[in-house]
């Protein structure tokens, strides 16, 4: 249990669908994170959310539409997605944000097919 | 830009030593984390390092050099449950993480 947890694990969605993915941390931490994991590439930074706030979007597209009710939830919900975004979605949260030492804990991911 | 660069993928023995590089560059630098991440798993935090030098902790060790944008990952006593990629990342000026796109390492008995 690494104290980051996500749902569904696995997502198979046509391009019409519309989706969500869930994370919830139990870990008292402050700033959750979205990234997106690709075969063979490295992790890319979606969106960062601050004590509820969101603090960063990378140039991520409007299909991608994230939630943050509150410090221990992030939704990530999908729309009229395209084949290239099946990847590997990853949900991190930390202690802070902005520190040098502040560590990432992840869970264990929601891979998604789109077909 | 910025950059990490690390080799894509290692073998090694059971029981040898193994070293997994990574140099970065990036825009000012506050520190460099290594993360071990098992197939269909979260990654999990292994080692961060800011000062130059070694730091130990068990079986693994980091080394960081700031003055020529280079880090490793030492691992000894190779068990097959260290079989996994290995994520390198190291922070900018903006304390924004630069990722590398991982090793993955293959441990043969």
């Known amino acids: 249990e690494t104290g980051v947890t996500q749902t569904p694990r696995h997502l198979v969605m046509g391009m019409t669908n519309k989706k969500s993915l869930k994370c919830e941390q139990h870990l008292g931490h402050n700033a959750m994170y979205w990234y997106k994991q690709s075969a063979k590439k490295p992790l890319e930074l979606m969106f960062v959310?601050?004590?509820?706030?969101?603090?960063e979007n990378n140039s991520v597209p409007s299909r991608f539409s994230p939630e943050c009710p509150n410090s221990s939830h992030l939704f990530l919900h999908l729309h009229t997605l395209q084949p290239e975004d099946s990847a590997l979605y990853l949900c991190a949260s930390s202690q802070g944000r902005g520190s040098g030492a502040n560590v990432l804990t992840f869970g264990a991911g929601s891979r998604l097919t789109v077909l | 830009g910025q950059n990490i660069d690390q080799p894509t993928e290692m073998t090694a023995t059971e029981g040898a030593i193994v070293q997994i590089n990574c140099t970065y560059q990036?825009?000012?630098?506050?520190?460099l984390f290594w993360y071990q991440q098992h197939a269909g798993e979260a990654p999990t935090f292994l080692s961060y390092?800011?000062l130059d030098g070694l730091e130990e902790k068990g079986r693994f060790s980091s080394f960081l050099s700031r003055s020529k944008g280079y880090s490793y990952l030492l691992l000894k006593e190779l068990q097959m449950k260290d079989s996994a990629s290995y994520l390198c990342a190291a922070k900018d000026s903006n304390y924004q993480l630069i990722w590398g796109a991982g090793t993955k390492l293959i441990i043969k008995p």
């Open positions: 390092n800011v």
């Open positions: 990036t825009s000012g630098f506050n520190g």
């Open positions: 959310y601050n004590f509820k706030e969101q603090t």
